[in-house]
């Protein structure tokens, strides 16, 4: 199952078959069942050089865990992940280090991702001082070049992160995470943790440093309106399966999947001017220890049938990249339905 | 309609310290009127935060000082009662939901023993009416099968449900006034909306005034009626809340707007305002927002614009408001 | 580039130390700390010089159980004569010399443990951690008296069942610091650059607890010595060293309180008391130090107490939007927050 199977480039950076990520819970007694969080179940996902690959959903539906597999720091349960071509996890280790410097990392929380006790230079510089082979004074070049870049100044050097704002450390993680050029850059919701003012801002001199170092985002967010504005795939995913996948466009102007309408009515938008409809979902999200079987999004869904109980749903594509697994959209085969898998479940069924 | 619930005239908080003195609050003046949704606008650090502990009278002396005109909840003048009788009202007359339910919430004692002791203690009711209550509350605001969910504790609970739980709580005592202080920001978007719609239901419901802290225009557009925005302790505009997000006079106010990304937007860049909030104890001369301002004069450089009435309840801090433009 | 950067660092540590006994003279409790340890590491030292006596010397049967005096400034023993302020000064050298070496040993083998635990995880994790469960269990008083019986009643046994027990707390704070800083975000961002273990563990992990470990070894010092004390006061310590514990037990058992020979027994008492105050004084510094909301509101109370209240009122009136522009273009120069003495 490969998703944005039909225009395959050849220029794909990054791309993902069937990856899983499985945790082991901690047992509560020495001879307790072992189970296991299925962080992430059978993502496959591609990643064009040059784009911006979005990643929606809310906590717990296994986006940083995707995210981390991504970069190669958890190694995935099953499914391949292969950068540039090559499968990340069956190279060597030198292979494995060097890929892994053509990617690059931009925290959510600017608070805990800058080590209190090292200057601004320290680390700026961190990344070609462990790659080594590089004098002090051109170090001292490329960091001064790159603080240029995300707007400080050159006295911000010998100070240390205790003394800026969330938005300076997050420009100062992102200067750091570009030092090696890399040709990958995840950024993990990189303005949640920051100011409204802010934001902007951040967001701009990310797509800014976009277009001039030609990098590739995978852009994890919650908010659908950033991810629409700057993303031209996206993957919508809840409790650690992809729900709708494809081009942004697509997915804003056609969303097919009861999550995915949800979330777009959920947002609370500033427009007052437009009315709204909104669908509100019913309860919480489901533990991911043992999800629900069948389709994982079924307890919640307005539109629940007999058969999402039991039977998961598949992505099928609908249109020229968009994928939706759902239901209602693939239908249930003639037996199924024989077998009353198409009725609507009770209303109180999520409760 | 028209009386007042909460007045709050000149209050001025700084906290000292070892560098020079933290200029918090500077000068604010608050109205709610009956069943009224008044919010609080700003970034962190502009103190909106501390003007609800002011008012809750929860900020101790050392760290802070504070000055205050008039502090009036219901006709009843707060400013000079002392710390006991404070906590009488409280809980009883007005009540907070704070962002982090699991601090808020007793973690040793069941949610619903938590709700029936303020049944228990302001409406002098027995055990069992009291639980009746309770479990009749926790329905209210959408926690489903109440009566086993009251004898939960509060980590057994999700977030959105813990929530839920502190609203219950703080309407159980029919307060007059909620402040709530960014009662959505730890939850998820889905959740966020759930929780809004039970929190507007119930003030609307009981007729209760509301204060509500937040940084998220998305929440005020869907809660408040009136808007106050705050910009490094000072309210910089006061306007009913759909003429702010149609016709903000103050840059700041159009800045905050434009600088959140709607669905609607086109691709584009995203509007910034540059650089960032000033440090609260080095403040720029003259008006606050003037570094970062896109109108600002000589005069903003030099003097600090007054809050002027305008119509239609209208209150503006700026020499070079934005409506004359956007009327015509 | 390994050579001189490992220099750079040692003297960069070794600054880091220098600010932070900087730091401990710059707060008034730690000054009284610092002042007291050093006299006391003075006293050690210097002890043949300072002891007007010889302090091993038992043949003086015509000096027995004088009071205080010009010659016995702190009186002699009933038994033997010995001179009491030799003694307390011989005395300061086991208390130091075994507080200090216990306390060091323990913090190198309690960070080792405690970093090998959280850092490695898994396997060594676990491993450490049962260890420390067992050890936490069993009592060290009986195992002391059984090991000196076994091994000899010697300075170096008590030591290193100290320093074999006395490690668990120090790795378990350690190993939770550690996990603490092995899932923060700029380890990760470090790894991503392909940095080594060693590398992580040396510039991020350790310096990152280093603080915990220098107070918990001050802390750790006093400790050992009131144990030192009790042991050699039970007979347990070396029969041939002069300790303050002995001292007391000596007292104890030739009827000092019998004859009202007070200064006997209040010396050694004032000695330990000393000791493990100034140790204990720096520790609780240091934690203010370390802990930056206790030292914000340690300072806070401290200001209030001379907060001026003119200051105040000035910066209130110039929040006031009546308030003439000018003041507030003329707050440049603010008057001073603290009240400069009695001429407000």
């Known amino acids: 199952m490969i998703v944005n199977g039909n225009n395959r480039h050849s220029d794909a950076l990054l791309e993902m078959e069937s990856v899983s990520v499985n945790f082991p819970v901690k047992r509560a007694y020495p001879f307790s069942k072992r189970q296991w969080i299925q962080a992430v179940t059978d993502v496959s996902l591609r990643v064009s050089m040059g784009e911006t690959f979005g990643i929606v959903g809310e906590s717990g539906c296994g986006k940083s865990t995707l995210a981390n597999a991504m970069i190669g720091m958890i190694r995935p349960t099953s499914g391949t992940v292969r950068f540039q071509g090559d499968d990340l996890f069956s190279l060597n280790r030198q292979a494995f280090k060097a890929a892994r410097r053509n990617m690059q990392m931009v925290f959510q929380d600017p608070f805990s991702s800058l080590n209190p006790r090292f200057t601004v230079y320290d680390i700026i510089r961190e990344p070609l001082y462990i790659r080594g082979g590089v004098s002090e004074s051109d170090m001292k070049g490329k960091v001064l070049e790159l603080l240029n870049l995300v707007g400080l100044d050159e006295e911000d050097l010998q100070r240390y992160p205790s003394d800026f704002s969330g938005g300076q450390r997050q420009r100062i993680g992102i200067a750091r995470a570009i030092i090696l050029n890399p040709s990958f850059l995840v950024c993990d919701e990189p303005v949640s943790g920051l100011d409204v003012s802010v934001h902007a801002q951040i967001l701009n001199l990310l797509m800014e440093i976009q277009q001039s170092l030609n990098l590739t985002y995978v852009f994890i967010s919650h908010n659908l309106a950033v991810v629409k504005n700057i993303c031209q795939h996206m993957h919508v995913m809840y409790l650690g399966k992809t729900m709708e996948a494809g081009a942004a466009d697509s997915v804003f102007s056609n969303p097919l999947h009861p999550y995915t309408k949800a979330l777009l009515s959920a947002i609370l938008d500033i427009d007052v001017s437009r009315p709204r409809e909104r669908v509100l979902l019913k309860g919480d999200t489901p533990s991911p220890i043992d999800p629900p079987s069948g389709c994982r999004f079924w307890q919640r869904c307005p539109f629940a049938m007999e058969g999402c109980k039991t039977i998961p749903a598949e992505l099928v594509n609908v249109e020229p990249d968009h994928h939706v697994a759902c239901h209602l959209i693939s239908g249930f085969s003639s037996e199924q339905k024989a077998a009353g898998f198409a009725q609507p479940l009770s209303p109180q069924h999520g409760e | 309609m028209t009386d007042t619930v909460l007045e709050v005239r000149n209050l001025k908080v700084a906290f000292p310290c070892p560098g020079g003195v933290i200029r918090a609050v500077e000068g604010i003046d608050l109205t709610t009127k009956k069943g009224e949704c008044v919010a609080l606008v700003g970034e962190s650090g502009c103190g909106k935060s501390v003007t609800a502990f002011s008012i809750m009278k929860l900020l101790r002396t050392p760290p802070s000082v504070s000055r205050i005109d008039k502090l009036q909840l219901d006709g009843q003048d707060l400013s000079h009662l002392t710390e006991r009788d404070m906590e009488r009202i409280r809980g009883k007359e007005m009540a907070m939901i704070f962002q982090d339910a699991m601090t808020a919430l007793n973690p040793v004692m069941t949610v619903g023993k938590q709700i029936d002791e303020v049944y228990r203690r302001h409406g002098k009711l027995g055990k069992r009416e009291a639980r009746r209550q309770t479990v009749r509350a926790l329905e209210l605001v959408g926690v489903p099968e109440a009566k086993s969910r009251a004898k939960s504790f509060p980590h057994e609970l999700s977030g959105g449900m813990r929530q839920r739980v502190l609203i219950a709580l703080a309407f159980a005592c029919m307060p007059k006034l909620i402040i709530a202080d960014e009662p959505t920001t730890s939850l998820d978007v889905t959740i966020q909306a759930q929780v809004l719609d039970v929190l507007k239901v119930m003030q609307q419901e009981h007729d209760v005034s509301a204060l509500l802290i937040t940084h998220d225009l998305s929440v005020v557009a869907n809660m408040a009626d009136t808007v106050y925005v705050m910009y490094s302790g000072k309210i910089v505009e006061r306007a009913p809340m759909r003429e702010l997000f149609t016709a903000p006079q103050h840059p700041y106010s159009l800045g905050l707007l434009a600088s959140v990304p709607k669905l609607s937007d086109e691709k584009q860049s995203f509007v910034q305002i540059p650089d960032t909030v000033p440090h609260p104890m080095h403040k720029p001369s003259g008006c606050y927002f003037h570094p970062r301002c896109s109108s600002s004069s000589d005069r903003c450089e030099r003097h600090m614009p007054r809050l002027e009435v305008g119509a239609n309840d209208r209150q503006i801090r700026c020499w070079h408001p934005l409506h004359q433009e956007r009327e015509t | ?344």
């Open chain 3, 1 to 344: 580039m390994s050579k001189p950067n490992v220099i750079f660092q040692i003297v960069r540590r070794g600054g880091s130390l220098f600010s932070l006994i900087k730091k401990l003279w710059q707060h008034p409790k730690g000054r009284v700390g610092l002042i007291l340890v050093s006299l006391l590491v003075l006293t050690a030292v210097l002890a043949p010089v300072l002891a007007p006596y010889d302090p091993y010397d038992v043949t003086q049967r015509a000096a027995k159980g004088l009071r205080p005096s010009l010659q016995h400034p702190l009186g002699t023993s009933i038994t033997t004569g010995q001179d009491i302020l030799s003694m307390l000064i011989y005395g300061s050298r086991v208390s130091l010399m075994i507080g200090v070496s216990t306390g060091i040993a323990i913090a190198f083998l309690g960070a080792l443990m405690g970093v090998m635990a959280g850092y490695i995880g898994g396997f060594a994790d676990s491993l450490i951690m049962r260890v420390v469960d067992v050890l936490l269990v069993i009592p060290t008083l009986p195992l002391i008296i059984v090991l000196t019986n076994l091994l000899g009643r010697s300075y170096f046994v008590i030591i290193l069942v100290f320093v074999a027990f006395g490690w668990t707390g120090l790795a378990r704070v350690i190993r939770s610091m550690v996990l603490v800083l092995k899932n923060s975000n700029y380890v990760k961002a470090a790894e991503l650059a392909g940095a080594s273990r060693w590398y992580i563990m040396t510039k991020h992990i350790l310096p990152g607890t280093s603080h915990l470990i220098i107070m918990n070894t001050t802390l750790t010092c006093a400790g050992i010595m009131v144990a030192e004390a009790g042991l050699s006061f039970l007979g347990l310590g070396d029969p041939t060293a002069i300790s303050w514990g002995k001292m007391l037990a000596e007292a104890q058992g030739g009827g000092a309180l019998l004859f009202g020979a007070w200064w006997w027994i209040l010396a050694p008492g004032a000695g330990i008391f000393l000791a493990v105050f100034s140790f204990m004084r720096i520790g609780i510094v240091m934690e203010e130090v370390f802990n930056p909301r206790m030292k914000a509101s340690s300072g806070i109370y401290k200001l209030f107490k001379h907060l001026n209240n003119r200051y105040l009122d000035e910066v209130f009136r110039s929040m006031d939007d009546e308030g003439d522009p000018v003041t507030s273009e003329g707050s440049d120069t603010p008057p001073p927050p603290l009240s400069g003495g009695g001429h407000d």
